[in-house]
C-alpha cells in the first residue's frame, strides 16, 4: 500500500467534541466511569462507530468495540485499535480519547481509500481504564484478557457506594458478549505522554517499554502528643519528625537506586494537629513506582526498617 495520510481535521474535530462531553459550570472535564456523563461519551463514540459502518459489540464489562471486517476476512484475529474514553477528574481532551479516536480515524481512512485489510480491524474503548471511581484502573482491559472474573469486576464498588455493575445496567451498557470474545491478533494503542519526558527531550513519539509497578503504602507513626513550647528537645517523641524522615529517606533512597523508580508521600495528616503540640501521630500515605515487583518489595522493606529506626531514636 502507498503511503496515505488521515484527516487529521476530522480526528482533532472528533476529539474535541468528545472532549466538550462532560463539562461542569467552570468548562473542568470529567467523565468517571458508567456515570451520566460518560453515558454521553459513550453513545456519541457508538454514534460514530456505526456512522462508519462499524459492527458494534458490547461485552458485559461494558467495553465497546468497532469492528470492520468483509465476508473475506471475517472470523480471522482482529487487528485492534484503542483506549479508553472514562476521564479523571478535571481531565485533558486527549487521554484515552486519543487512541480510541485514531484507532477510528484510521478505519476511516483506510475504507475511504477502498483498502482490503487481510484481517479485521477494531477500535475499542476499554472501561473504567483511569480507576477513580471504581478500583483497579484499567479494569475493562484487564477483564478482556482474564486478568479478573467478569462477576468480581462488576461487583467492585466505587467511591459513591455504587457497583460497576449496576451503573453499567442503568446507563445501558451492560451487553451479554464475553468479555475477551474478540481476540485480537495484535493491539495498538497510541496515547498522550502523561509525563514530560518527550517533550523536554522534543521526542515527538516513543514507545512504551513497560507499566510502572505501583505499591501504595500508608505509614502511621506513633509519637508522644507534648507542649511544643515547654518540652525540652531530649525528652520529645516527635512523629512529625519521623515523619519528615521518611519522606528524607525515599528522596534518597530513590537518588541512590540504579532503577527507573519514583517515589513520594502525597499526604500528611498529624494529631493533633495544632501549631502548639508536638504530633503524637501522622499518617503519610506514599506511593512508589517501579518497573517491577521485587523492587517495589525491596523499597518497602527499606522504609519500614527506616521508619522503625526513627522512632528508636526517639525522633
Ligand atoms: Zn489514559
Redesign the pocket.
Known sequence: MSHSSINAGRLLAHIDELGAIGRDDQGRLTRLAASDTEKQGRDRLVAWLEAAGLDVVIDRIGNIFGLWQSEENAGQPALMLG??IDTVINAGIY??CY?VLAGLEVIETLREQGFAPARPIAVAAFTN??GVRYAPDMLGSLVHVGGIATEAALATIGTDGTTLGSELARIGYAAAVEPGALKPHAYVEL??E?GPVLEREATPIGAVENLQGISWQRITIDGVANHAGTTPMVMRCDAGLAAARVGLFLRDHIARSNAPSVATVGTMRFEPDAINVIPCARSSPSTCATRTRSACRRWKIRLRRNCAGSLRRKA
Open positions: 483506549s479508553h487521554d484515552g487512541g481504564e483511569e496515547h498522550i502523561q
